[in-house]
């Protein structure tokens, strides 16, 4: 059964800075990968996905990921930070079923 | 404008009474899930639907009950058998798994969040 792990359930970084949450996976056959934001008290929003082709995949409000097979990471970055960033991050991996991560929450300091 | 709508959004109840949150989209879609969601603990399976008249469980099903009579929509029941009710609660829905039978994004609905005293 594949799984997911995200390293760090707290990552704080100042506005402008970048970001960076990490994603490892495990799975015995190629997955679709996913990156869903959560705003306190919400439902969850797709941020991006993996699914074939390009490795690197850019999403919504400026963040993208990496697959790498040989790593099982699928990593998110954003280049400079925003207060608006300040949420929850889930990452996703679903072969016959989803599963999701633990979650990591992002603080913005200004 | 299309979209997944659970109500209420705030749901207070007793210990001891049953519950039902509500779950609705017009996304055509055809398969239908509950989690719930509890502090640091990520998002858990109750019960996924992947056509009218059927459902199976997922990993927490214990306590809870669902039907789905319709392709749009996909009620849950907190039963009084469930210990720890107090959760927030994420209804989704996704198009079948393709031809590989891996399964494709989620939409979520804006959640539900029970309190049980």
């Known amino acids: 059964a594949q799984s997911v792990t995200q390293l760090g359930s707290h990552v704080s970084v100042s506005e402008g800075a970048l970001v960076l949450l990490r994603c490892n996976y495990s799975?015995?056959?190629?997955?679709?990968l996913f990156w869903y934001v959560q705003y306190p008290n919400q439902g969850l929003q797709l941020l991006l996905k993996?699914?074939?082709?390009?490795?690197l995949v850019k999403g919504i409000n400026g963040f993208e990921a990496e697959f790498k097979k040989s790593e099982t990471s699928f990593h998110l970055t954003k280049p400079s930070a925003h207060m608006s960033d300040a949420a929850e991050y889930f990452c996703a991996v679903s072969v016959l079923d989803m599963r999701f991560g633990a979650g990591t929450r992002l603080t913005v300091k200004p | 404008d299309g979209g997944i709508t659970q109500s209420p959004k705030y749901l207070f109840r007793k210990e001891g009474q049953n519950v039902t949150l509500s779950c609705e989209q017009n996304?055509?879609?055809?398969?239908m899930y509950w989690y719930r969601q509890d502090p640091g603990q990520g998002l858990r399976l109750i019960y996924y639907s992947q056509i009218v008249n059927d459902f199976q469980k997922g990993d927490i099903a214990e306590g809870y009950s669902v039907s789905r009579e319709k392709k749009e929509s996909f009620p849950l029941t907190v039963t009084s058998a469930q210990k720890n009710p107090t959760a927030f609660y994420l209804c989704?829905?996704?198009?079948?798994?393709?031809?590989?039978?891996?399964?494709?994004?989620?939409?979520f609905g804006p959640g539900t969040r029970l309190t049980v005293t």
């Open positions: 799975s015995s056959v190629p997955p679709y």
């Open positions: 996304l055509n879609h055809d398969a």
């Open positions: 993996y699914t074939t082709g390009a490795t």
């Open positions: 989704a829905s996704s198009t079948q798994p393709g031809s590989s039978g891996v399964s494709y994004e989620q939409y």
